[in-house]
């Protein structure tokens, strides 16, 4: 298992791509298996299955054995931790918008009424 900070790198480097991004929408549906995935997204199987690859090398999709079938379905633990970690950001961001509010209401309250600008 990758350090932390190598596995938010691992789980940012495969969030990157868009396809890779829409095979994690379309498996938060539900399991899939790779030829159910080459439909939609009009690519060859060996191209979906090089984006898997990426997408389970960063633990963001796991694949089972059912019978013949071999499902690829979704695994969330990497991506809580990428929240957790853009949380931190949203929380100053915010924080930072909450004292540029309150910055403006002073204004608005201490500025001169006559002085209108066009």
């Known amino acids: 298992m990758p350090a932390p900070d190598s596995q938010l790198d691992v789980t940012f480097a495969a969030l990157a791509d ?21 439909t939609p997204f009009n690519m060859s199987q060996p191209a979906i299955s090089k984006h898997l690859k990426v997408l389970e ?6 694949r089972g054995k059912d019978a013949q079938r071999r499902p690829v379905r979704i695994e969330a633990a990497p991506m809580a931790e990428a929240v957790g970690w853009l949380e931190n950001y949203r929380r100053f961001w915010e924080h930072s918008y909450q004292r540029l509010d309150t ?3 002073e204004l608005q309250r201490f500025a001169p009424k006559g002085d209108k600008k066009n």
């Not at 396809?19 to 080459?38: D, F, K, Q």
């Not at 090398?57 to 796991?62: H, I, Q, T």
Request: hydrophobic content about 50%; aromatic content about 0%.
């Open 18 to 38: 868009p396809t890779r991004r829409a095979i994690l929408a379309r498996l938060a549906e539900g399991e899939a298996t790779v030829n159910e995935l080459v």
């Open 57 to 62: 090398n960063a633990g963001l999709v796991s």
């Open 103 to 105: 910055l403006l209401d």
